[in-house]
């Protein structure tokens, strides 16, 4: 069965270092997306794609950074973490229809110590 | 006023009630809604779409108000196993393919 897959599932990391969460997809979806998800503020876009090469900043960017090389992947990465930081990620995907319905991976939760 | 707006809940009813949440949205060009179930450190599930006026799943029924801009989800008969937060998710202004999603809505059925 087609899938979306995020690791690592929970990591807990230092302040000030690099961290990367991926995101896999089997559904060869041409839009994906990263949310985050905290208490109080719901769901937040951080960053969005609509294909290969192409990247968007969400609500919510400032010290986050994607990239799309493939069609499967879009990895999140956390230029220097901060305690701020510390959520449940969400990866999600979705065909490039209007109207079409987001499906969304397990969550990542971090935490920056 | 926010994008979209949930009431925070949490609604507390007995098995076999039936309760309603609304959903109120900003963009009065959204031609889509979605209801999402997201049970407790899970990732949200879609519940239910919206396209037109409505839409009937067994025991789910979404209605939507364009006129005052509300989408409402109608659960019957609950069951305990209906306990869990519901989102709401409406397009973006700016992009029929970005979801902006409400705070949600929590249930909690009881014995």
């Known amino acids: 069965d087609a899938e979306i897959t995020q690791s690592p599932r929970h990591k807990i990391t230092e302040t000030g270092r690099q961290v990367t969460l991926a995101c896999h997809q089997t559904w060869n979806h041409n839009n994906m997306f990263w949310y985050r998800q905290d208490l109080g503020h719901g769901l937040r876009l951080i960053h969005y794609s609509y294909g290969v090469q192409d990247t968007n900043k969400g609500e919510v960017s400032d010290g986050y950074s994607v990239s799309r090389s493939n069609t499967e992947d879009l990895p999140l990465t956390l230029e220097s973490a901060a305690s701020s930081q510390t959520s449940v990620y969400f990866c999600?995907?979705?065909?490039?229809?209007?109207?079409?319905?987001?499906?969304f991976g397990e969550g990542s939760w971090l935490t920056v110590v | 006023r926010k994008e979209v707006e949930q009431d925070p809940g949490p609604f507390n009813v007995p098995e076999g009630a039936t309760v309603a949440f609304n959903c109120t949205y900003s963009?009065?060009?959204?031609?889509?809604f979605f209801w999402y179930r997201q049970d407790c450190r899970k990732e949200p599930k879609l519940l239910m779409s919206?396209?037109?006026s409505g839409n009937e799943d067994g025991r789910f029924t979404a209605q939507l108000n364009r006129a005052s801009q509300y989408i409402s989800l109608l659960i019957r008969d609950s069951k305990l196993s209906d306990s869990a937060t519901y989102l709401c998710a409406v397009p973006t202004v700016d992009s029929s393919y970005k979801l902006i999603f409400g705070s949600g809505t929590r249930l909690l059925v009881r014995p």
């Open positions: 919206v396209y037109s």
């Open positions: 963009n009065s060009a959204s031609q889509s």
């Open positions: 999600a995907s979705s065909e490039r229809t209007t109207g079409n319905t987001i499906y």
